[in-house]
């Protein structure tokens, strides 16, 4: 049996081309190229905050729909199939990739940083409760869990690449075959990369500073990115 090829050439070159660009930036002129990262955040921050709360919100409710009502017994896969694992197990395993070195790190610190801004004391604590809650709680999954829901359906229902691009099917039709979708998973892959790489930063940064705490390894600069 032949295997279909879904090796995309432009998706490829293009994350490649956009991560390399900005890690030469970065490498050039670091700290021109963060105070630009910086602005950036800082202006979706404050125009598209509101947006990104009631996009969640969205999603949840969204999600509840789909596993309150009929459409809650569509299997993704076909009709004769049954769970390859337990439920317990997906649980786990969900649980466990979601989360990874957040709940170690992020878990404890940005409560902390929020708590420590320079703002009135009955604010420290709303605004450290509010965000941690709202990251670190059941907004986060419904945002993991109709991305996951949407490939996987439209992967194992239509038979679609397992791709970002497959979530955009009922709007663009075969034209997520085209530029269009090679444009959706390039951003897919490099919003994907960055926010693998901030986690494993966090752990480079943990695991050091815990080998520093017991005298294994010296205080040097050079040992984060070597770890």
């Known amino acids: 049996m032949k295997i279909q090829n879904t090796f995309k050439a432009n998706v490829i070159w293009g994350s490649l081309g956009f991560s390399l660009a900005i890690i030469a930036a970065l490498l050039f002129d670091t700290q021109q190229t963060i105070s630009y990262l910086a ?6 921050f404050s125009q598209f905050s509101w947006f990104y709360i009631l996009l969640s919100a969205f999603f949840l409710f969204f ?3 789909l596993a309150l009502g009929r459409y809650g ?3 993704l896969g076909s009709d004769e199939e049954e ?9 786990a395993l969900l649980f466990t990739s979601g989360i990874g070195i957040g709940i170690v790190f992020l878990g404890v610190a940005e ?3 929020h708590f420590l801004s320079p703002i009135g004391e009955y604010e420290k604590v709303r605004t450290a409760l509010f965000f941690s809650i709202f990251h670190w709680s059941i907004s986060a999954w419904a945002i993991y869990g109709l991305i996951a829901l949407t490939i996987a359906y439209f992967g194992f229902r239509y038979k679609l690449p397992f791709s970002l691009r497959s979530c955009f099917y009922p709007l663009l039709k ?3 075959n085209g530029r269009v979708g090679d444009i959706i998973d390039i951003l897919g892959i490099c919003t994907t990369l960055f ?12 695991l050091a500073a815990a080998f520093h705490s017991m005298h294994l390894l010296d205080n040097s600069p050079y040992l984060v990115p070597l770890i």
């Open 39 to 44: 602005a950036a955040k800082a202006f979706i």
């Open 63 to 65: 999600l509840l729909f």
């Open 73 to 75: 017994d569509i299997k």
């Open 83 to 91: 769970p390859e694992f337990k439920l317990g197990s997906w649980i």
């Open 111 to 113: 409560p902390l940083s």
């Open 174 to 176: 075969e034209k997520i």
């Open 195 to 206: 926010g693998v790489v901030a986690t494993l930063g966090y752990s480079a940064i943990r």
